[in-house]
């Protein structure tokens, strides 16, 4: 009778457990996929709704990752929190495999009181809506030692290595194959260069360890940090309008995603603070597509697009309004691609769009350009690199492809090239202005490929002009260039010759005084042929 009882305990025993478990299982999968309504958010937009939502996101990470449901409406966001940063303030803070997922009609609305006011001290405050990554943008806590667990000595690396060895092979006991990493060129600086990653392997007897991504540049003394407590990785924003001064931050995040989204940058409230309707740093894997950027009302401002070492980073469909958009400082594998870009009038813009960067592609692309004059005549619609000398060794590879350019600059140029490498083809460029449509002029010499462009000049200027220092070697064929001015081609001579050579071929040029400009004496290897 006993022995009879047994199987039976047993199996209501099992039984209990599996129904525990379920339990757990069902109330796990509740908590990582949340309505905010659910939690007390408010879709009228009458009362606040930070906290609910807060609240929400916090249940979701906490459960391990999944999707905050936003149904339609509008959120208020009537209230703030303090970053770590003394006049950086957020609304929301989204953590890592976090998804917001809204409706076609979803809109998060900061309030007045969701805005800090200007702090004694302070020159301005920073006030964002969205905030994914670290409690405040301006600091990276990546290269702080306090926070990273300090730096470890690597041996030189080299472009596109796979696999990097730590100087000391017990070194290697502090990193594990998953782990997040930063590859430091050095170790102090403002802004250093940097490679994120992913270990792939750690191989403990050599001190070799495999990174997930092939490194774009190579450093002669690098190091090596540990970040992947301090890392946000897999967030995602879909389906929602998000209005205030600074729409959305992201720093030191890995695979940030965003589709089908508004982001409204509310410049008549903020004032000097609003720096725009983006601020990114330090982000591996960014894919933007079907998204826009745009303001409240007519009060424009700059953006910046992922800065300090971004890489890998899409945005595809994507309409911005902004007076400028650039990036630099490191960044590398870039894709701006069938984007909608209109840029409005201010006197104190060097440049509308900066490409600075390795490995971008600009392309497919419609760009409506504003009066650009950068205060002394010397602005640019399109610059492939704007900052210090020192960054120019990391530039390099840029593509402007088969885009649609309509250029006033009627007191700048329409494109400016200052990096190697760089590479013009299948561009309709129409500009009214009197300078150059296109300029190619660097401190370095340069390899530029200007081909099967369609220029249109209505102010009188030079089509192309290169002022390369030697030695040269652009190539400048099958363009189509119209227009009033002095020369088509200007081929700029310095006081000596030079030792390189254009190659100038097969290109129709209508309506100048001179089809091409150039003094054969100062560029002997230069070759001319096949005007039209």
């Not at 309504?37 to 391990?64: F, H, K, L, W």
């Not at 250029?407 to 400016?416: H, L, R």
């Not at 002022?467 to 081929?491: F, L, Q």
């Amino acid at each position: 009778m006993k022995r009879a009882g047994c199987p039976l305990r047993s199996f209501r025993l099992v039984a209990f457990i599996i129904a525990v478990l379920t339990c757990l299982l069902l109330q796990e999968a509740a908590a990582a996929d949340i309505n905010v309504v659910s939690m007390g958010a408010d879709p009228t937009g009458v009362r606040d709704s930070r906290e609910a939502i807060q609240r929400a996101i916090d249940t979701v990470a906490a459960a391990g990752g999944g999707v905050v449901t936003f149904p339609s409406g509008s959120y208020l966001l009537n209230s703030y929190r303090k970053s770590t940063h003394p006049w950086i303030f957020y609304n929301l803070l989204v953590p890592s495999n976090v998804t917001l997922l809204g409706s076609s009609q979803t809109m998060l609305l900061q309030g007045g009181s969701g805005r800090a006011p200007l702090i004694p001290g302070a020159k301005r405050v920073l006030n964002i809506v969205v905030s994914v990554g670290t409690r405040s943008f301006a600091q990276i806590t990546f290269q702080n030692p306090s926070l990273n667990g300090g730096f470890y000595s690597l041996n030189p690396t080299q472009a596109n290595d796979r696999t990097v060895t730590l100087a000391a092979a017990s070194d290697v006991a502090r990193f594990r194959a998953g782990d997040y990493v930063a590859i430091y060129e050095s170790t102090t600086g403002g802004v250093i260069a940097t490679e994120l990653s992913q270990l792939t392997s750690v191989n403990q007897s050599t001190g070799e360890v495999g990174v997930a991504f092939p490194l774009a540049r190579g450093f002669s003394t690098p190091s090596i940090a540990q970040v992947t407590q301090l890392a946000t990785r897999h967030v995602s924003l879909q389906n929602l309008a998000v209005q205030g001064t600074i729409p959305l931050a992201v720093t030191e995040t890995f695979d940030f995603t965003v589709s089908n989204c508004r982001f409204i940058y509310d410049g008549t409230v903020g004032g000097s603070n609003t720096i725009g309707p983006l601020d990114a740093n330090s982000v591996r894997g960014f894919h933007m597509v079907d998204s826009s950027f745009e303001p409240v009302g007519s009060v424009y401002a700059g953006m910046e697009l992922p800065q300090r070492n971004s890489q890998d980073v899409v945005f595809e469909n994507v309409t911005f309004k902004v007076k400028s958009a650039g990036f630099a400082e490191g960044a590398a594998h870039w894709s701006l691609t069938h984007s909608h870009f209109w840029l409005f009038p201010d006197p104190t813009v060097v440049s509308s769009i900066t490409l600075g960067g390795l490995d971008v592609t600009f392309s497919d692309n419609d760009v409506h350009g504003g009066e650009i004059t950068g205060g002394n005549g010397g602005g640019s619609l399109i610059l492939d690199f704007n900052g210090a000398a020192k960054y120019l060794g990391y530039e390099g590879g840029i593509q402007i492809r088969n885009n649609v350019i309509e250029c006033v600059a009627s007191g700048g140029y329409c494109v400016s090239v200052k990096v190697h490498d760089t590479m013009l083809s299948g561009n309709q460029i129409k500009t009214a202005s009197a300078k150059p449509a296109i300029i190619v002029q660097s401190p370095v010499p340069q390899t530029v490929l200007i081909e099967g462009n369609t220029l249109s000049l209505g102010g009188g200027g030079y089509g192309i002009v290169l002022e390369t220092v030697s030695p040269d070697g652009c190539v400048i064929r099958n363009n189509t260039i119209t227009g009033p001015g002095k020369a088509g081609v200007y081929v700029v001579s310095g006081p000596m010759p030079d030792a390189g050579g254009h190659t100038i071929s097969d290109n129709t040029i209508t309506g100048f005084v001179t089809p091409v400009a150039i003094d054969m004496n100062k560029h002997p290897g230069t070759t001319v042929s096949g005007v039209q």
